[in-house]
């Protein structure tokens, strides 16, 4: 395989990102990976140090790939399609994910348990939701078109419903989740006060 550099990094995080949801972290070898691409051993160590290394980058593209900013910009939303844009903006976010996301996201859960370097990065991706969510609703608050009323009660439990069917769906579990969605921000712009 000739590639060059910035291509080869690539290309080892997408096969890297497949053959450990394929198969799991501890099953994964660098040979494996090293084979699959069809480079040597050594030229896979030139750009990780060890299979804990790419373990680390490729969680942190993957934080980063799921990012609050990547599905909701506050900036986006207006008076006229507040309603449509969240709905359709958490619909987009629901839609990203693939089943390699779902395996290898549990295989990071996991991994959070024994490392809690993985636990603190999965806590802070749910604060940036949390915090995110509280932004957009407090706009929706500025614009007149959610009420102003526990704003940051409500972020939390439009958190808690993305980390739930994110892992539902890790799961296997069949859920209308478009449908949980929908109803889940229609209530919070209808005002369904929060008990």
Known sequence: MNMNKKMTYEVI????YRLFAEHG???TS???IAKELGISKPALYYHFASKEALIDVLFEEICRGIDFSRFFDK???TKGNFE???IEDGLNMIGHQDQNYLQIMNQYHALGYREPKYMRMLIEILEGYTKGFAELLQHGVDLGVLPEQDVLVRAEL???IMDGMDNFMSYGFECRYEDIWKVTVLGLIKGDRVP
């Open 75 to 77: 900036r986006q939303y």
């Open 13 to 16: 995080l997408e096969t890297s």
């Open 30 to 32: 660098m040979s494996m």
């Open 84 to 86: 449509q844009r969240f």
């Open 158 to 160: 439009l958190t808690m």
């Open 25 to 27: 972290f501890e099953k």
